[in-house]
């Protein structure tokens, strides 16, 4: 199937073909009639696109210096490497979409096949949305007209925080698409509208609609306009719906507003405003959230779990459907809406389109329409670009499964650099696959894991999704006699870990894990110098890893493991690395934290050959700080390893000093490794894998006790 997006980087908007995944249980999977393009909205996203790189840096002050703060940690080079690769990630665009239901996820029991609903589904032949963000249509409600209630739903959201009462004054800044629909809203609640705006053509279609008008491009003639129209000059609230970068709107919104008066902010403008402005007369003011309660929860839109409506009465999908109801009723219409209608195929013409004039009026709204059936398209591997055929050479193919940001950031660029070729990039929902497919050359993009097993000509699949299904990938794949590279962690949980015990000695040196500061040479030239030296060590290791909400995914203890197994684990794998020797004990203990399992904790190994390692890992320092520092002391020598950019030795018989302009942590070797396994048939040596499960064993046992008690130890051997 085809599906909308844009490059960031860029500005370009284009159609790629994407396979079609199957609707996960909370989910309803639509074939597209139309879908809308809210030009208000979306015209922001190709403007920013197509600015230049400092024109984008001035736009948003805060990132730029979030990248100073990342090029004194981290340095230029690997800033430049994160930068350019989030702006090379093109975005999916679109969120709202007319179509017939498809198929259903197994939780799903509202809707039946062929079911004509709305949604807040992407630009693309074929949506698989979140059973709380799709909605009936009436029988009476157009597909075009119902193709604009999720934008009504925006301006309903504003209007329900503004809390507007019978025969009270509200003055709407802005009256693009959402304020002309909040225009309609407001109206039927009984309330005298006044709509302000610089556009003549947007006010005269307010004025159609029963509002009255003014033009403010002269701000300073907007309270002399209110009072012309306004003889007891009471304007009892404010709705902002425009768009603007200074903060100007406010402070216009408060100088014609009565004591105690009301702003809710829907549109996007600057919040650097006076505190005075709203001080004087009590005003209060509030940021209005897209559709509603349940917007960017992930229970709510993913999980499909509702609010009850006792408790919230009006959630994002609630909003909808009332929209959907008013439009039935005849209460809100879009007669007077200035808008485009194009085929879906030539849906970047419509991004042009953004920017024009058409007969001197400026497009509200352009309706992308699907036009035939999906049913040839629906395939779950697209062909993404045509390379020679596999069968022509005798080399050995890998495959990835995840396209997230590790993925595409780190594994791809790797496995291109040393030239392998990859057959399939696989991914749940299928855009990300084919995005990644095509920067890396990859023959398909796929969301059919059998597509990979069964292929005889892939040798090794690398593994990078949530780390919960890391296991059972990497034994599903080693069962049919592939190589795998899995991303740490190995498993997440005793269970996993058993299982993979479990399987025979050639399936287990068939995995490989992603330890890759092992790999780096500053890490090579601790062991070196320690190699053969008796005397034991103590190896301490310091990581600044930053807060990360307590609700993202790597926080939870059944998908991500917690941030000791997801992210710790390297840790404790290098610390056996550079010992030599196995662990034999360990003891933890941590702050308190709102987490599952806190991620600011000491961690403290004993070492079979008797070597000791402290591992100190934090959320809550400065991300100004240096993020990694590594320290091996012991007969008579300190290695010290900064950031992995830097690293100082001193001992009776030398000095080490070196630098890098890169972070020398070792994910290109650690790759390259991989592949020249694949290449040569050549299986893991058992005492690698042995490590590997001792050091993932040793994570899962601290972060137990984290659970139970906060501190506490355990013994390995």
């Known amino acids: 199937m085809k599906q909308l997006v844009q490059s960031f980087k860029n500005g370009e908007v284009s159609l790629i073909d994407v396979p079609v995944s199957r609707p996960k249980a909370n989910e309803v999977q639509i074939e597209s009639r139309i879908s809308l393009i809210s030009a208000g909205t979306e015209r922001m996203l190709v403007s920013f696109g197509r ?15 979030q990248v100073i703060d990342k090029i004194k940690t981290e340095g230029l080079l690997d800033t430049i490497d994160a930068v350019t690769s989030k702006l090379d990630q093109p975005v999916p665009l679109g969120y709202s979409n007319v179509g017939v239901v498809r198929s259903l996820g197994s939780n799903v029991t509202q809707y039946s096949i062929g079911d004509r609903v709305l949604s807040n589904g992407r630009h693309a032949e074929i949506v698989n949305v979140g059973v709380n963000l799709v909605d009936s249509i009436p029988d009476n409600v157009t597909d075009e007209l119902a193709s604009y209630a999720v934008v009504g739903s925006i301006g309903l959201q504003g209007v329900r925080l503004l809390k507007p009462e019978f025969g009270e004054t509200v003055l709407v800044y802005g009256v693009g698409l959402i304020g002309l629909l909040a225009v309609q809203i407001l109206l039927k609640n009984g309330c005298r509208v006044i709509a302000a705006d610089v556009d003549e053509e947007n006010l005269r279609v307010a004025q159609l609609y029963g509002a009255e008008i003014i033009n403010v491009r002269d701000e300073n003639n907007i309270e002399h306009q209110i009072n012309a129209l306004n003889r007891d000059n009471i304007i009892d609230g404010a709705l902002i719906t425009a768009a603007a970068k200074n903060d100007s709107i406010v402070k216009n919104c408060c100088s014609v507003l009565r004591k105690r008066g009301r702003i809710v902010l829907t549109g996007v403008v600057d919040l650097h405003f006076d505190r005075a402005w709203l001080y004087e007369k009590e005003i209060s003011f509030q940021v209005s959230c897209s559709y509603g309660p349940g917007r960017y929860e992930s ?40 808008k485009l209608s194009i085929d879906f195929e030539r849906a970047a013409e419509a991004y042009d389109n953004l920017v024009k004039k058409d007969d001197g009026r400026a497009t509200m709204a352009i309706e992308l329409q699907y036009k035939g059936s999906t049913e040839s398209k629906s395939t779950v591997q697209t062909s993404v670009n045509q390379i020679q055929d596999y069968n022509d050479d005798q080399s050995k193919y890998i495959s990835v499964v995840g396209a997230g940001n590790y993925a595409t950031r780190r594994m791809l660029p790797a496995l291109s650099s040393q030239g392998i070729k990859i057959k399939h990039i696989v991914s749940r929902g ?35 999704t949530r780390h919960d299904s890391h296991a059972d990938l990497a034994i599903a794949m080693v069962s049919v006699g592939k190589m795998v590279f899995v991303e740490k962690p190995l498993a997440i949980n005793l269970p996993q870990l058993e299982r993979i015990r479990a399987l025979s000695n050639e399936e287990k040196r068939r995995i490989f894990v992603g330890f890759n500061r092992e790999f780096s040479s500053y890490v090579n030239i601790i062991k070196d110098n320690f190699s053969n030296d008796r005397a034991s060590k103590i190896i301490t290791l310091e990581m600044n ?39 034999k004990a360990l003891h933890i203990s941590s702050l308190k934290s709102d987490c599952n399992v806190s991620d600011s904790f000491c961690l403290s190994l004993r070492f079979v050959n008797g070597d000791l390692a402290n591992i100190l890992y934090y959320s809550n320092g400065s991300g100004k700080y240096k993020k990694e520092s590594i320290k091996c002391i012991g007969g008579g020598k300190v290695l010290e390893i900064d950031n992995f950019k830097r690293l100082v030795g001193y001992g009776p018989s030398f000095n080490i000093k070196k630098r890098s302009l890169r972070q020398l942590k070792g994910q290109d070797e650690c790759f390259k490794n991989f592949a020249k396994h694949v290449e040569l048939g050549e299986l893991n040596s058992l005492d690698t894998v042995d490590k590997y499960l001792i050091a993932t064993e040793a994570s899962i046992l601290a972060t137990q006790i984290l659970q139970e008690q906060g501190f506490g130890s355990a013994q390995l051997f």
């Open 51 to 65: 600015s230049s790189m400092l024109q984008k840096a001035r736009s948003q002050p805060d990132k730029v210096r």
């Open 299 to 338: 229970l709510y839109e993913d999980m499909g779990l509702d609010y009850p409506i006792s408790f919230v009465r009006w959630t994002e999908q609630r909003n909808i459907s009332a929209i959907l109801s008013a439009m039935s009723k005849g209460w809100i219409s879009v007669k007077h809406i200035s």
């Open 430 to 464: 299928g855009l990300s696959s084919s995005i990644a497919a095509l920067k890396f050359n990859a023959l398909y993009s796929s969301v059919d894991l059998d597509e990979v097993k069964s292929s005889p000509e892939v040798a090794g699949v690398c593994i990078a």
């Open 545 to 583: 890893a930053g807060k990360i909400p307590s609700n993202h995914w790597t926080q939870s203890i059944e998908v991500g493991g917690g941030r000791l197994i997801g992210e710790a684990v390297h840790y404790i794998s290098l610390a056996q690395n550079i010992s030599g020797s196995k662990i």
